[in-house]
């Protein structure tokens, strides 16, 4: 597709389950960025990628989240013993290479509601 | 680290109407962006900031970077029903003080409501 595409776009847990969430850029994107909205805030950073590697994680809370990007290209969040503080909207964006105007081009993002 | 506070929280105006938006810097702003949001969608970008006094337009939408750099506001002239939404402002980190220019501080957004 022509945008980011998250999946799922909702997903519902019980706590202490684990839970993934997708990411897959905009082809030809090598930056890719994770943030997450809770209600009635705005986002808040998590983790960018510079291709394959996490250049800065600096925005995760604590070692129960974890972010891969293997190829460079899709790159899926991962929550383990999820707790009822982690429900938030999870979105993510990817950016062009040569910087432009510095757009960020943000999914739809993915609605995490753990029970 | 920096915050910033979006005024008013909310605003419901009648279409054709003009309306302001406010985003202030508790520290000097390096990149500043406008996004907006509609319910259960992405962010969209709107526009970029970076010196001051700039200021930049997109059909009926104009933001604007005070000389200071501390302070933007987003004027849109003519509201009609399509403009509602949540509008965010963010902004980078400047480089060489370990911030990434897209690790974005977002403020809590502007709900606005354009009425018919």
């Known amino acids: 597709g022509a945008g980011v595409s998250q999946t799922p776009s909702n997903k519902v847990t019980e706590k202490g389950k684990y839970v993934e969430l997708r990411c897959d850029p905009i082809?030809?994107?090598?930056?890719l960025y994770w943030y997450r909205q809770s209600l009635g805030q705005g986002p808040e950073f998590l983790i960018y990628?510079?291709?394959?590697?996490?250049?800065?994680d600096s925005g995760l809370p604590n070692d129960r989240f974890f972010a891969v990007r293997p190829e460079g290209s899709v790159s899926t969040l991962k929550i383990q013993r999820t707790e009822r503080g982690d429900s938030a909207v999870y979105l993510c964006a990817s950016s062009s290479p040569s910087g432009g105007t510095g757009e960020l081009f943000f999914g739809e993002g993915s609605r995490l509601t753990v029970l | 680290s920096q915050e910033l506070e979006q005024s008013p929280q909310s605003l419901i105006v009648q279409e054709g109407k003009n309306l302001t938006i406010n985003c202030t810097s508790s520290?000097?702003?390096?990149?500043l962006y406008w996004y907006k949001q509609k319910y259960g969608e992405g962010l969209i970008f709107l526009m970029m900031?970076?010196?001051?006094?700039e200021e930049k337009s997109h059909e009926k939408i104009t933001a604007k970077l005070d000389e200071k750099k501390q302070q933007s506001s987003l004027h849109i002239t003519a509201s009609q029903p399509s403009h509602a939404g949540i509008y965010l402002c963010g902004a980078d980190s400047p480089r060489g003080s370990g911030g990434s220019n897209y690790k974005l501080t977002f403020g809590k957004g502007t709900l606005l409501t354009v009425n018919p």
């Open positions: 520290k000097t702003l390096y990149g």
């Open positions: 990628f510079q291709g394959t590697g996490a250049a800065d």
């Open positions: 082809s030809g994107h090598t930056a």
């Open positions: 900031l970076q010196k001051g006094g």
